[in-house]
């Protein structure tokens, strides 16, 4: 339970940081409020890949660690970047 409570504080803080960030940019353009969330998701597959093919010991689970965080960071982002999505849509 106490891992759980954890993926939702890093998940819950992750969102609110992307948030206010995220409404810098869709004053802009509506579609750039998705930069962070896919810059993200591409530093957390390189771990990913970086873990499956570049070790071959225990070192590899600390990636595969870092890439489930990184995903875990992803999915508070894309949560954020989603809300703000809409909210400025309807304002449009």
């Known amino acids: 339970m106490d891992n759980l409570i954890d993926v939702l504080i890093v998940i ?3 969102g609110i940081i992307n948030y206010f960030i995220s409404r810098l940019f ?4 509506m579609f ?3 930069i962070i969330p896919a ?3 591409i530093i957390s597959g390189l ?3 970086y873990a499956f093919f570049g070790t071959t010991n225990w070192g590899s689970l600390i990636f595969l660690i ?4 990184g995903l875990f960071i992803f999915t508070g982002t894309i ?3 989603l809300i703000l999505f809409f909210q400025f ?3 449009l």
């Not at 869709?26 to 353009?29: A, P, T, Y």
């Not at 870092?66 to 965080?69: D, E, N």
């Open 32 to 34: 750039y409020v998705f």
């Open 79 to 81: 949560l954020s970047s």
């Open 12 to 14: 819950f803080v992750s």
């Open 66 to 69: 870092l890439a489930f965080i």
């Open 39 to 41: 810059i993200v998701l």
């Open 47 to 49: 771990i990913f890949l």
């Open 89 to 91: 849509r309807k304002k």
């Open 26 to 29: 869709v004053k802009k353009n």
